[in-house]
């Protein structure tokens, strides 16, 4: 069993920054994936940003030099450093852990104005 848990999602006016945490309940060293994704209201669950266990990344174009994920193994944590922010990047975050079988987190809410 893997839990993850989420933090440091709020409200940010655009051009703000956040930097959201996951922290998972054992170790990450060999999980295949973990990632960040979200979800807006009426929308489908995105993918933002992954990190495979070799510290290869895969991001959305669209987050291409604004959001930065980041894993600390020691801490068993995952970050998601999001810069410049935009009201569209407005959603519910899910911290995402691959390991035969997807687990999730409870998800942040993230809300930017305009």
């Known amino acids: 069993q893997l839990q993850l848990v989420e933090s440091g999602g709020g409200l940010v006016q655009a051009g703000g920054s956040l930097r959201l945490s996951c922290a998972a309940s054992?170790?990450?060293?060999?999980?295949?994936?973990m990632g960040w994704y979200r979800q807006a209201p009426g929308k489908q669950r995105e993918s933002v940003e992954t990190?495979?266990?070799?510290?290869?990344?895969n991001y959305k174009d669209s987050m291409k030099g604004r959001f930065t994920i980041s894993r600390d193994v020691a801490k068993n944590t995952v970050y998601l450093q999001m810069n410049r922010l935009k009201p569209e990047d407005t959603a519910v975050y899910y911290c995402?852990?691959?390991?035969?079988?997807?687990?999730w987190g409870q998800g942040t809410q993230v809300t930017v104005s305009s």
């Open positions: 054992r170790s990450i060293f060999s999980i295949n994936r």
């Open positions: 995402g852990a691959e390991q035969g079988f997807t687990y």
């Open positions: 990190i495979t266990s070799g510290g290869i990344t």
